[in-house]
Antibody, heavy 124, light 112 residues
Framework: QVHLVESGGGVVQPGGSLRLSCAAS????????MNWVRQAPGQGLEWVAI????????YYADSVKGRFTISRDNSKNTLYLQMNSLRVEDTAVYYC?????????????????WGQGSLVAVSS | DIVMTQSPDSLAVSLGERVTINCKAS????????????LAWYQQKSGQPPKLLIY???TRESGVLDRFNGSGSGTDFTLTISSLQAEDVAVYYC?????????FGQGTKVEI
């Protein structure tokens, strides 16, 4: 059964940094674009970033541009999200999500596989 | 950004009843070059990640039961659950992927 498992979440002070990881298994990770989608407590879903299957193309939501960096290591079947200059409003569950259509593009389509999520809490 | 507005925000129906959730986009999601509507529907049960139900507005994801149906075109879309079951209690989201960034509706909570 295909899996995505996030890790790296936790509590961090405003202005701090955190790196999330998403380990993929039982599918050919290098053939899929990958995304991060977040959900603030009790709120809806917000797309955060996409990276193409080879890692060359990336795109970010305006709310995180310049602060967050998406990357991937296809040799390790792992997706990353480096989060710097964190703000209280970045508090959310962060999901990694597979995109079956985007391929080498930096344009997100729909998301057919989601991880269980990793909670990031930004608080002083 | 394309704004997605769902209605209603919540609804409570009896088991076996039909459920209709609406989703309206601030601009057309119909891509004329391929005649596809760039819209997806997700189900999120409490404490779980979202699950893809429908993509291209009306294509059911593999393994999704046929009581879930998507319809609509352009700016107006509908998710229909033909006969509500207890396990369908969840929040349902529409999502557009016509424009970047991808954006979601605010969600519709379905209860028994």
């Amino acid at each position: 059964q295909v899996h995505l498992v996030e890790s790296g979440g936790g509590v961090v002070q405003p202005g701090g940094s955190l790196r999330l990881s998403c380990a993929a298994s039982d599918f050919t990770f290098s053939k899929y674009a990958m995304n991060w989608v977040r959900q603030a407590p009790g709120q809806g879903l917000e797309w955060v970033a996409i990276i193409s299957y080879g890692g060359e193309n990336k795109y970010y939501a305006d709310s995180v541009k310049g602060r967050f960096t998406i990357s991937r290591d296809n040799s390790k079947n792992t997706l990353y999200l480096q989060m710097n200059s964190l703000r209280v409003e970045d508090t959310a569950v962060y999901y990694c999500a597979r995109d079956p259509v985007a391929g080498n593009r930096h344009v997100p389509f729909y998301f057919d596989l989601w991880g269980q999520g990793s909670l990031v809490a930004v608080s002083s | 950004d394309i704004v997605m507005t769902q209605s209603p925000d919540s609804l409570a129906v009896s088991l076996g009843e039909r459920v209709t959730i609406n989703c309206k986009a601030s601009q057309s999601l119909l891509f004329t070059s391929d005649n596809k509507n760039y819209l997806a529907w997700y189900q999120q049960k409490s404490g779980q990640p979202p699950k893809l139900l429908i993509y291209w507005a009306s294509t059911r994801e593999s393994g999704v039961l046929d009581r879930f149906n998507g319809s609509g075109s352009g700016t107006d879309f509908t998710l229909t659950i033909s006969s509500l079951q207890a396990e369908d209690v969840a929040v349902y989201y529409c999502q557009q992927f016509y424009g970047t960034p991808a954006t979601f509706g605010q969600g519709t909570k379905v209860e028994i």
